[in-house]
T-cell receptor, first 114, second 110 residues
Framework: DSGVTQTPKHLITATGQRVTLRCSPRSGDLSVYWYQQSLDQGLQFLIQYYNGEERAKGNILERFSAQQFPDLHSELNLSSLELGDSALYFC?????????????FGDGTRLSIL | DAKTTQPNSMESNEEEPVHLPCNHSTISGTDYIHWYRQLPSQGPEYVIHGLTSNVNNRMASLAIAEDRKSSTLILHRATLRDAAVYYCILRDGGAQKLVFGQGTRLTINP
């Protein structure tokens, strides 16, 4: 058990809809990362938050947004969903964000767009 | 991001040691070498990381070449549970994110 909790585990929705994925980091971790894993793109970094503020951005679409709340949990919002957004979405957390610190991953949310 | 090269797949037998190689010839002095693995239907799992010296933890050992252009993850006694995709990742001093390549798919035979 990594200590990172992601909900829901599975999400099935239709094109054009909007969904929210939730992540609770490990106790004490200030940094949260979001990654997307699809069959054709592999694991890709989307965005990072540190103590409520955006720290780094990857290949995140404009239709996607995220935030980290004062209690340090994070939400990833995906809107105007397309078939290609079907993927596994992982959240990870670390104490801060420096390169000598490991990231701990949740078990992911599987998003299926019909 | 500095690039790593790993074999696409490897196979080993249960209870035998496994040596997973990683080449990173363009590594810079501040790059940490991280290893993660992903078991089927799970999120990536941190295994080990190091900078210059060899490292050991309860899961594995990391052997780093003297010139740091390659490293080897060592599983001392493989179990069926070690079957996974193993990722070798370089993180520079300022990097927040992990950049995953294709990794090595490790198969363990009973």
């Amino acid at each position: 058990d990594s200590g990172v909790t992601q909900t829901p585990k599975h999400l099935i929705t239709a094109t054009g809809q909007r969904v929210t994925l939730r992540c609770s980091p490990r106790s004490g971790d200030l940094s949260v990362y979001w990654y997307q894993q699809s069959l054709d793109q592999g694991l890709q970094f989307l965005i990072q938050y540190y103590n409520g503020e955006e720290r780094a951005k990857g290949n995140i679409l404009e239709r996607f947004s995220a935030q980290q709340f004062p209690d340090l949990h994070s939400e990833l919002n995906l809107s105007s969903l397309e078939l290609g957004d079907s993927a596994l979405y992982f959240c990870a957390s670390s104490v801060s964000g420096y390169s000598n610190q490991p990231q701990h991953f949740g078990d992911g949310t599987r998003l299926s767009i019909l | 991001d500095a690039k790593t090269t790993q074999p696409n797949s490897m196979e080993s037998n249960e209870e035998e040691p496994v040596h997973l190689p990683c080449n990173h010839s363009t590594i810079s002095g501040t790059d940490y070498i991280h290893w993660y693995r992903q078991l089927p239907s799970q999120g990536p799992e941190y295994v080990i990381h190091g900078l210059t010296s060899n490292v050991n933890n309860r899961m594995a050992s990391l052997a780093i070449a003297e010139d740091r252009k390659s490293s080897t993850l060592i599983l001392h006694r493989a179990t069926l549970r070690d079957a996974a995709v193993y990722y070798c990742i370089l993180r520079d001093g300022g990097a927040q994110k992990l950049v995953f390549g294709q990794g090595t798919r490790l198969t363990i035979n009973p």
